[in-house]
Nanobody, 124 residues
Framework: QVQLVESGGGLVQAGGSLRLACAAS????????MGWFRQAPGKEREFVAA????????YYADSVKGRFTISRDNVKNTVFLQMNSLKPEDTAVYYC?????????????????WGQGTQVTVSS
């Protein structure tokens, strides 16, 4: 199993930026994919971005493309999510996830390990 711990959430004004981090430990070699999801109150958990440990391939949801950047530090086993030009609709709990396999995925079912989440609040 993989243990994941998110950090970096907070409250920012619209147009501001935040950088989230996800520290991974345990059997990180079991999956090549790492992803970020978010869930707002009363909403389903939705895909934000994903990255592969091996080649750094990235995949973004249309709603964040051009504003968010996912990256990874293989030495530190850490994945980051740089969020710029934040909007109130970005407000949610953001979760880090490790894929169950080796392909990039955008569905919750494709990820087997999850962090506890970090709150991101964007004021209008």
């Amino acid at each position: 199993q993989v243990q994941l711990v998110e950090s970096g959430g907070g409250l920012v004004q619209a147009g501001g930026s935040l950088r989230l981090a996800c520290a991974a430990s345990g059997r990180t070699f079991s999956s090549d994919a790492m992803g970020w999801f978010r869930q707002a109150p009363g909403k389903e958990r939705e895909f934000v971005a994903a990255i592969s440990w091996s080649r750094g391939r990235t995949y973004y949801a249309d709603s964040v493309k051009g504003r968010f950047t996912i990256s990874r530090d293989n030495v530190k086993n850490t994945v980051f999510l740089q969020m710029n030009s934040l909007k109130p609709e970005d407000t949610a709990v953001y979760y880090c996830a490790a894929g169950a396999g080796y392909g990039l995925g955008s569905s919750v079912a494709e990820y087997g390990s999850w962090g506890q989440g970090t709150q991101v609040t964007v004021s209008s």
